[in-house]
Nanobody
Framework: QVQLVESGGGLVQAGGSLRLSCGAS????????MAWYRQAPGKQRELVAV???????NYADSVKGRFTISRDNAKNTVYLQMNSLKPEDTAVYYC?????????WGQGTQVIVSS
């Protein structure tokens, strides 16, 4: 089993920054990909950013140039640096880690951006 622990959410004013962290522990073999998703009230969960081994990355158009995903392989941790936050970034953010081709999800961390 793999456990994920997220941290870093909170309340911030528009234009501010937050950094999310998600650490994986347990029976970790090969981490194929690490990603952040978000789900706003009344909306479907959407991919925000993903980082593969390499490390190649991909971002949703809505966050390009503002968010940066990174990973620390030694710590089995993925980060999401969020800058220039907007009220529409308000959501619960979930990390997803694919270990040995199996997906695992974090518990979610709330991000609220006030205008």
């Amino acid at each position: 089993q793999v456990q994920l622990v997220e941290s870093g959410g909170g309340l911030v004013q528009a234009g501010g920054s937050l950094r999310l962290s998600c650490g994986a522990s347990g029976s970790i073999g090969s981490i194929n990909a690490m990603a952040w998703y978000r789900q706003a009230p009344g909306k479907q969960r959407e991919l925000v950013a993903v980082v593969w081994g390499g490390p190649s990355t991909n971002y949703a158009d809505s966050v390009k140039g503002r968010f940066t995903i990174s990973r620390d392989n030694a710590k089995n941790t993925v980060y999401l640096q969020m800058n220039s936050l907007k009220p529409e970034d308000t959501a619960v953010y979930y990390c997803k880690v694919v270990v040995d081709s199996r997906p695992y999800w974090g518990q979610g961390t709330q991000v609220i951006v006030s205008s």
